[in-house]
C-alpha cells in the first residue's frame, strides 16, 4: 500500500506535467477554453460526417447540421475531396467538377445566374473564391472553438494550395462525389 505521503509527491509530479503541457498547447495557440474542455474530456475536434444526401454535420455528443447555401457547399466539399488542396489559379480545372457537385445538391439543374456564379467562383482572377472561403471559415468560427474551427475551415498560403486540414481520419464519407480523387 502507498503511504499518503508517497502518493501526494506522485500527484505532485502528474500536476507539474499537465501543467508543462499546458504551458506548451498555450505556446502553439490552443485557447485556455479548449484545454479545459480537453481536461473535461469534451469532445474538440468532432468527426465531420457527409451524408449519403449531401449534408455536412459535425457529429459528436450533439451532432451539428453545418448549414451552407448550395454553391458555398459544392465548394466546400470539392476542397474537402481533394485533402492535397486545390492551387486557386488552377480552379478553372475543376469548374466541370464543381458543377457536377453543385447538381449532386440542386438536381434541377443549372440557372444562369448560378452558371455565372461557378464561372465567377473558378475565374482565378476574380475575388469570389475568398469571399467563399471567409464564409465558410466564418460559419465554422461560429460553431467551433476558433483554434479548432479553422481546421475544418479552407486555408492556405498566398500562392500555395488551399486546403482543408482536418485530419481524414475525422472525415467520414456516407456518400461519392464525381471525380473527386481523395476518397
Known sequence: MISKELEQFHCS????????????LKAYGVEEADIVAAMNDEELFPKLVVTEDYKVVLAGEKS???????LIKAIYLLFL???????????????????????LL??????????????????????????K?????????????????????ISGKRGEA???DLVRANVVWKCKLPNSQGL
Open 133 to 153: 472561403c471567409a464564409r465558410i471559415r466564418k460559419l465554422f468560427s461560429s460553431l467551433l472553438p476558433k483554434s479548432v474551427a479553422k481546421y475544418y475551415a
Open 106 to 131: 440542386r438536381p434541377y439543374g443549372l440557372t444562369d445566374r448560378v452558371e455565372n456564379s461557378i464561372e465567377s467562383v473558378t475565374n482565378p482572377m476574380q475575388n469570389s473564391i475568398n469571399e
Open 64 to 70: 451539428i447540421e453545418v448549414e451552407m447555401e448550395p
Open 13 to 24: 509530479i502528474l500536476l507539474d506535467e499537465v501543467k508543462e503541457k499546458v504551458r506548451k
Open 162 to 164: 488551399k486546403k482543408i
Open 81 to 103: 475531396s481533394h485533402p492535397e488542396g486545390i492551387v486557386l489559379k488552377c480552379l478553372p480545372d475543376y469548374r466541370k467538377e464543381l458543377t457536377s457537385i453543385y447538381l
